[in-house]
């Protein structure tokens, strides 16, 4: 189907131009224009003022972009004042304010082109000011961002330089201190080894003790809930009881006892233990001899440990060594009296160590 096209007269599908079709008529031309060599600018300017606002050509609609607001025009977000301010708004309005003085009273005859040069420099000398200023204000602006990057970089170059210094000091005194602790090692990991052989026995017997008193536990706890106390308990009971008898006996639960791996508990001991893995319980009175046994054989050796970690420790101080890689403490907390025990408000069944001898809190 043919399509309208107003650019020319009217014709009937078959190519027929009615008579009456008009003639499309010929937008009129400004006289100016007709009467007067204008530059080209100048008629860009009345081209501009008599195209209609509300139709305008293509291209001529869209937000500004990048470049148009490099060229003066306002971008995209600005306030109304903001745009009033920009370059090419202050040209404009500097050319209105010339032609609107330029249209008053004058005392000898102006002609169009004489009010549209005063326009066009007024203009011309509005949108270079506005220019001007807003070139000034940009480089202030890059001013301002280029001192305070600046100043940031000055600031992070004086915390490298202030970090790098802190590592060269570390690293100084890393190796000084290796240097020392190569000196030391030897002192140190002699004091170390002789300690450690004088602590085997004493450190084998606390463990003993600890299985002793774990497997009293166990009893109350079987007594709480209304039943009796199992075999696994009172073997765990006698192995601890032979380690603080002997600390080189080396049972474990799945043997039986014998001289060669009870080492120098008695044979009545040995006994007990194997009718126990029989499966024969003991009687309450023997568990509670066993518990206050180990408890008064154990103190030895408490003794024993505490004599040894203050002689090595003041043997590590004299020969301005570390006693921390020379002892290995594993004794509960020493207390000097019963009344400073109770005000350390330590668990109930805690031990503790009072007057070198060991005591359970209750």
């Given at each position: 189907m043919p399509q309208a096209n107003i650019t020319r007269q009217y014709q009937t599908p078959q190519g027929i131009v009615p008579p009456m079709a008009l003639p499309r008529p010929t937008p009129p031309q400004s006289?100016?224009?007709a009467n007067q060599q204008l530059s080209p600018l100048m008629q860009q300017v009345l081209r501009n003022a008599?195209?209609?606002r509300m139709t305008p050509r293509a291209g001529q609609v869209g937000l500004p972009t990048t470049a148009t607001a490099a060229a003066g025009q306002p971008a995209a977000g600005m306030t109304f004042g903001q745009k009033l301010m920009q370059p090419r708004a202050q040209g404009m309005l500097g050319a209105a304010a010339a032609g609107f003085e330029?249209?008053?009273y004058q005392d000898r005859p102006v002609s169009l082109g004489q009010v549209l040069g005063r326009m066009g420099t007024a203009g011309m000398k509005a949108?270079?000011?506005?220019?001007?200023?807003a070139d000034k204000a940009a480089i202030d602006a890059a001013a301002r961002k280029a001192a305070a990057e600046k100043a940031a970089f000055a600031r992070r170059l004086a915390i490298a330089q202030y970090e790098q210094k802190?590592?060269?000091?570390?690293?100084?005194?890393?190796?000084?201190q290796r240097a020392i602790t190569?000196?030391?090692?030897d002192m140190e990991d002699k004091l170390f080894n002789k300690y450690e052989m004088l602590s085997a026995e004493p450190r084998e017997a606390f463990f003993g003790y600890e299985k002793v008193r774990n497997a009293a536990e166990s009893y109350k706890a079987a007594e709480a809930r209304g039943e009796k106390p199992s075999g696994a308990s009172d073997i765990a009971l006698l192995i601890g009881f032979?380690?603080?008898?002997d600390p080189g006996s080396v049972v474990r639960?799945?043997?039986?006892a014998t001289a060669k791996n009870a080492g120098g508990v008695s044979e009545t001991i040995r006994n007990l233990y194997n009718n126990v893995k029989d499966g024969v319980l003991l009687t309450p009175k023997l568990r509670e001899d066993f518990i206050k046994a180990a408890t008064s054989q154990v103190d030895s050796y408490v003794k024993r440990q505490i004599s040894l970690d203050k002689k090595y420790t003041r043997r590590a101080k004299d020969y301005n060594l570390n006693p921390e890689r020379v002892i290995t403490p594993y004794l509960p907390t020493i207390f000097s009296s019963v009344d400073d025990a109770e005000k350390a408000n330590l668990p109930v069944g805690s031990m503790v160590i009072v007057n070198n001898r060991l005591a359970v809190i209750e």
């Open positions: 006289p100016i224009l008599q195209a209609s330029a249209s008053g949108f270079t000011a506005a220019k001007d200023k802190d590592r060269e000091i570390d690293a100084t005194s890393s190796k000084t190569k000196e030391q090692f032979m380690k603080t008898l639960e799945t043997e039986y």
